[in-house]
């Protein structure tokens, strides 16, 4: 696994590109100028790592594009020692912009062969959540409840309840919500039965799928 000072250039620069597009968050951008990006893609495409641009990875699935990484992190406000719950580990790049924010980071996958590579992969770079989860994202991880945040990195076609019943009072879901387009929904928790909805513009993501294969 090799990074260059090449490679730290063009991170920089992709940090740039993240701020002019209104990336404020200064853990956020910190965690993007040190994350190889380009070691979380096949090495043949190696080229495209720090591009603004999502792209393929194994189990036609997709590492989330960086501006999209970078605006539900700073949307979300993570915080030294958050507990949080991500859905959809993929490969784990999201996660380790969490865990360069200091979170205590759980993580689920439902695919199989993914959830496998990314576990193996992390720790080799250091990168170590609490647990990385084989399983169903639609239902959470109930024994870990309550969480500080919870980050969906799947497109869902509703809400799952369950997500809302894991957050903590004050606790917020982010979570892309739709069909084809999703709708970037934050959901704040006011008390053990008020949630606050805000929706904070379009974004394309893989849809998330129920059971785990
Ligand atoms: N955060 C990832 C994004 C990967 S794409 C990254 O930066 O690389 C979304 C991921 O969500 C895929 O890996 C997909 O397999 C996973 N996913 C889809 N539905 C899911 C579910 N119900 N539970 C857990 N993971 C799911």
Do not use: C, W
Not at 76 to 99: C, F, M, P
Request: overall charge positive; hydrophobic content about 40%.
């Amino acid at each position: 696994m090799r990074d260059t000072s090449k490679h730290q250039g063009l991170r920089n620069k992709l940090a740039q590109v993240l701020e002019r597009k209104g990336i404020q968050d200064i853990g956020v951008l910190n965690a993007i100028r040190k994350i190889p990006r380009h070691l979380f893609i096949d090495s043949s495409f190696e080229s495209h790592a720090y591009q603004d641009k999502a792209f393929p990875i194994a189990a036609n699935q997709t590492i989330s594009q960086p501006y999209t990484v970078a605006f539900q992190s700073q949307t979300l406000n993570i915080q030294k020692d958050h507990r949080i719950l991500e859905i959809g580990t993929g490969s784990g790049y999201q996660t380790a912009v969490l865990l360069e924010m200091n979170a205590e980071v759980y993580t689920i996958e439902r695919q199989h062969e993914l959830f496998k590579k990314t576990s193996l992969f992390l720790p080799k770079l250091g990168y170590k959540p609490k647990r990385f989860i084989f399983g169903d994202g639609y239902k959470g991880l109930a024994e870990k409840a309550p969480f500080d945040k919870i980050i969906v990195t799947a497109g869902a076609p509703y809400v799952p309840k369950p997500l809302l019943a894991q957050l903590k009072v004050g606790g917020m879901l982010l979570i892309p919500v739709g069909d084809e387009t999703h709708i970037m929904t934050l959901f704040t928790r006011k008390s053990a039965t008020e949630f606050d909805k805000k929706e904070l513009g379009d974004f394309a993501f893989v849809p998330m799928l129920e059971d785990k294969q």
